[in-house]
């Protein structure tokens, strides 16, 4: 499947009743590429509107109310293409009937991230992603998703193929996993400290499969405290 690219920015096009989809493309894509380069603590909603080209001041105050609305609104852009692309692989995964690894699912969770570039051909997507490390509701949105969907069941598949990790150990370590492979997508564009993506996914599996430091009370604990994703119980798509 080719990269997924959003249209070219059009910079130069004012804030009118004919064009308020382009206008927000355009900020959406300005403040992608700005916090990703800055982090959302470094940047101005006055530098997201002169990087989108617009001539209006409160272009972000009328269509996303705030800085935290804008936030929003880039992942609703991006996240529902690469839940897309998730179910696709997750469904062509379980469909081969045979034996699902912790790398498979890895694969599955990352080959949107790493297939989504921006309209520059970089990939901001995954750079806006750490850049929001700090924003820990938004950020844990790109590694949750919702109960039902492809995100969900990903985690979910992986978590039942790792029982040796309580709860907290899963997710420290998926969170720990989750900035090493962004950061080695982010850097793609550059051939500085630039690592191979199945390199990246073999160093996230082996990182997932690593013994547990709680070693023989992992398994008592994680019986008694691991659901799903948001509460419900773990469920395998592949045998459902």
């Avoid at 969770?109 to 490390?133: K, M």
């Avoid at 150990?169 to 989750?178: I, K, M």
Wanted: aromatic share 4%; glycine share 6%.
């Amino acid at each position: 499947m080719p990269p997924f690219t959003t249209s070219k920015m059009i910079r130069s096009m004012p804030l009118t009743k004919k064009a308020p989809a382009r206008t927000k493309l355009n900020i959406i894509e300005a403040a992608e590429r700005l916090i990703g380069m800055c982090g959302v603590n470094g940047i101005t909603m006055r530098q997201i509107v002169v990087e989108a080209g617009s001539a209006h001041n409160d272009a972000i105050t009328y269509h996303f109310r705030n800085l935290s609305g804008l936030v929003s609104a880039i992942i609703d852009h991006r996240l529902p293409v690469a839940d897309s692309r998730r179910a696709e692989l997750l469904e062509g995964l379980c469909s081969k009937r045979r034996d699902i690894s912790v790398r498979d699912l890895m694969l599955v969770f990352y080959t949107p991230l790493i297939e989504q570039v921006g309209p520059r051909g970089d990939h901001s997507y995954a750079s806006f992603l750490i850049g929001l490390s700090r924003l820990r509701t938004s950020s844990e949105r790109h590694r949750l998703g919702k109960t039902d969907d492809a995100s969900a069941k990903t985690t979910r598949l992986l978590a039942q193929r790792l029982p040796h990790l309580s709860i907290r150990e899963f997710w420290a370590r998926f969170s720990a996993v989750d900035d090493m492979v962004l950061h080695g997508i982010a850097r793609r564009q550059s051939n500085k400290g630039r690592v191979r993506f199945e390199e990246l996914i073999d160093m996230a599996a082996a990182a997932m499969q690593a013994a547990s430091a709680l070693r023989g009370n992992a398994n008592s604990l994680r019986a008694r405290t691991f659901p799903g994703a948001h509460g419900e119980s773990p469920r395998d798509p592949a045998t459902s």
